[in-house]
C-alpha cells in the first residue's frame, strides 16, 4: 500500500473544492463546514449543518438554523463526537454493538504501529488524535511482539530458547498501558489482536504496471511460528500452533497474562485471538492435516478459554473471513484455506465476526460482492460483522467511497481502515500506505464516520 501522489491528492482536493461552489444545498450527510472548506453551508430540507470535529461539519437529519460557518444554533438530532474518556463495556445486541444500552458504532482505523516503536505519550496521543478527528470511535493495533532478541521496538514476550517471558516493564506492557490511556483520552476503544499468523513478509505494490518488492523478508513482529520454532524446532509446520498441547499451553500463558492485565479496563472493546490465521503461515512448513475445522476448533477452545478469565470484553477471531463454498471459482470462496467463515461466526464464545479485503481479487465488482456476502453471514446468524481491514493503491477515494456506500446499505455492522498514519517526532508513522490527516481519502474516512454513526443513531461516545 502506498500514499496517493501529490498530484492525485491535489486533483482530489480541487474537484472537491469545485463540486462544493457549484452546491448551492448540500444534500443529507454532506459535508458543510470545517477548516479550510469553502463550499456551501446550507442544508437541504430536513437536514441541519452539525459541527461533527474542526476539520467537518455535515448536514444530518434534523431541524434548526445553521450560521455561515456551519456552527449548529437551534435543537436537532445530532451525532456525537467521540471526545468523552470510555467508561462501561461495549455489549452485543443482535447485529449491533451497543453501550449502556444505547447504539455504539464501531468505525475507525488500524494502527498497529502505535504500542510497538517505543513512541513517548506525547506521539501516541497525536496518533490517537488524528483518528478520532474523523469520528472515529476504535483503533484496532497488536497486542504481540515475539522476540529471540530485542530489536529496537517494544515487546511484549521474548523467547530463550524454548522458555518464553513476558515483558511486564516499561517496554512491554507497561508501555501498552500508555497506549490504552492515550486511546481513552482521546476517546477511543480499541480492539486488542493478541498474536498473528505471519512472520516475515513480501509487500509487493504495484505501480504503472511494475512490481517493487519492498521490505523483503520484514519481521512481522513475531507470532504463531514462533512459539512453533522455539517449542518444536525450526521448520516445524505452522499449523501446529492450532493442535500441540504444549504450543498451546504456551499461548494461553502469554493471554492469560495480557487479558488478565485489563479485565476492568473499559478502553478495551475486545480481544481478537490472530491477525488472519490460516493453516499456513509465511515460509513455514504444514501439516498436511490442517482443515477448515481445525482452525474453527481452536477458535471456539481459545476464545472460550479468554471468556474464563475476562467476561467483561468481546471476543473475536481476527482471520479475514473467507468462505467454505468448494467450487466457487473465487479462492477466497474456496475453503481451502482454514477459515470457514460461517461455522466460526456461530461458536458462540465469539461475539462479532471480521473480514478484511482481500488483496488478489479486483477491487470492484469483488468489494461490493465481498461486502454483501458477509452482511448476509451478518443477518444469518444475528451476530454483528466488522470489515477490519482494507486498504488499496489505486483510486481509492472512488474505490472506498463505493465501499462505503454497501456497507452503509448493506447495514453491515462498521468498518475500520488500513491504516492510520500520522506525523510524529520522528516523522511518518508509516511512509509505506497510510491515511494521513488532510488527504483525500481522511476527509473521506471524516464523512463515511458520520454517516454511518447517523445511521445507527449512536448517541454515545
Known amino acids: 500500500m502506498k500514499q496517493l501522489s501529490r498530484l492525485r491528492l491535489l486533483a482530489s482536493i480541487l474537484t472537491c473544492i469545485t463540486v462544493a461552489f457549484a452546491q448551492t444545498t448540500v ?3 454532506g459535508q458543510c463546514g470545517g477548516q479550510v472548506y469553502t463550499g456551501s453551508t446550507t442544508c437541504a430540507a430536513g437536514s441541519v449543518c452539525v459541527v461533527q470535529n474542526p476539520f467537518y461539519s455535515q448536514c444530518v437529519p434534523g431541524s434548526g438554523t445553521v450560521s ?65 478527528a474523523t469520528g472515529a470511535t476504535v483503533v484496532r493495533t497488536w497486542g504481540f511482539n515475539e522476540v ?9 514476550q521474548s523467547w530463550s530458547g524454548s522458555t518464553p517471558t513476558v515483558n511486564l ?19 477511543l476503544r480499541l480492539i486488542v489482536t493478541l498474536t498473528n499468523n505471519w512472520y ?51 499461548y494461553k500463558n502469554y493471554v492469560h497474562t495480557f487479558v488478565s492485565r485489563y479485565v476492568n479496563e473499559p478502553g478495551i472493546l475486545a480481544w481478537e485471538l490472530a491477525n488472519e490465521p490460516r493453516c499456513q503461515g509465511s515460509t513455514s512448513a504444514t501439516s498436511g492435516t490442517c482443515t477448515n475445522p481445525t482452525i474453527t476448533n481452536w477458535a471456539a477452545e481459545l476464545s472460550a478459554y479468554i471468556k474464563s478469565i475476562d467476561s467483561n470484553h468481546l471476543v473475536a477471531i481476527g482471520d479475514e473471513g473467507f468462505f467454505n463454498d468448494p467450487g466457487n471459482p473465487i479462492f477466497v470462496y474456496q475453503g481451502s484455506l482454514g477459515i470457514d467463515f460461517d461455522a466460526n461466526l456461530n461458536i458462540s464464545t465469539l461475539d462479532f465476526g471480521t473480514f478484511h479485503d482481500s488483496w488478489d481479487e479486483p477491487a470492484n465488482p469483488f468489494g461490493t460482492t465481498w461486502i454483501s456476502d458477509h452482511a448476509a453471514s451478518m443477518l444469518a446468524t444475528n451476530k454483528p460483522v466488522i470489515m477490519e481491514e482494507f486498504g ?70
Open 27 to 29: 444534500p443529507v450527510f
Open 68 to 132: 455561515a460557518t456551519g456552527t449548529k444554533t437551534a435543537t436537532t438530532t445530532t451525532v456525537s463526537t467521540p471526545t468523552a474518556t470510555p467508561s462501561g463495556f461495549v455489549k452485543t445486541s443482535g447485529i449491533h454493538f451497543t453501550l449502556a444500552g444505547k447504539p455504539f458504532s464501531v468505525v475507525g482505523a488500524n494502527s498497529y504501529w502505535v504500542g510497538l516503536m517505543n513512541y513517548g505519550v506525547a506521539d501516541m496521543n497525536t496518533a490517537f488524535a488524528d483518528i478520532a
Open 148 to 156: 529471540t532478541q530485542p530489536d529496537g521496538v517494544a515487546f511484549y
Open 169 to 187: 516493564g516499561a517496554t512491554g506492557l507497561e508501555n501498552f498501558d500508555n497506549v490504552v490511556a492515550a486511546a481513552k483520552a482521546n476517546g
Open 200 to 250: 516475515s513478509i513480501f509487500e509487493s505494490i504495484q505501480q504503472a504496471g511494475t512490481y517493487f518488492i519492498l521490505n523483503l523478508q520484514r519481521s512481522d513482529y513475531g507470532g504463531m511460528d514462533v512459539y512453533v520454532n522455539q517449542l518444536l524446532g525450526n521448520g516445524s509446520p505452522h499449523d501446529f500452533f492450532y493442535t500441540n498441547a504444549t504450543v498451546i499451553a504456551a
Open 392 to 461: 488499496i493503491t489505486n483510486d481509492e477515494v472512488d474505490v472506498y467511497g463505493s465501499w462505503y456506500d454497501e456497507i452503509l446499505s448493506a447495514d453491515l455492522t462498521g468498518d475500520l481502515i488500513w491504516q492510520a498514519g500520522s506525523i510524529l517526532s520522528n516523522g511518518p508513522s508509516d511512509p509505506g500506505g497510510a491515511v494521513y490527516p488532510g488527504s483525500a481519502v481522511y476527509v473521506l474516512d471524516t464523512q463515511h464516520a458520520a454517516a454511518l454513526r447517523a445511521r445507527d443513531g449512536d448517541p454515545v461516545a
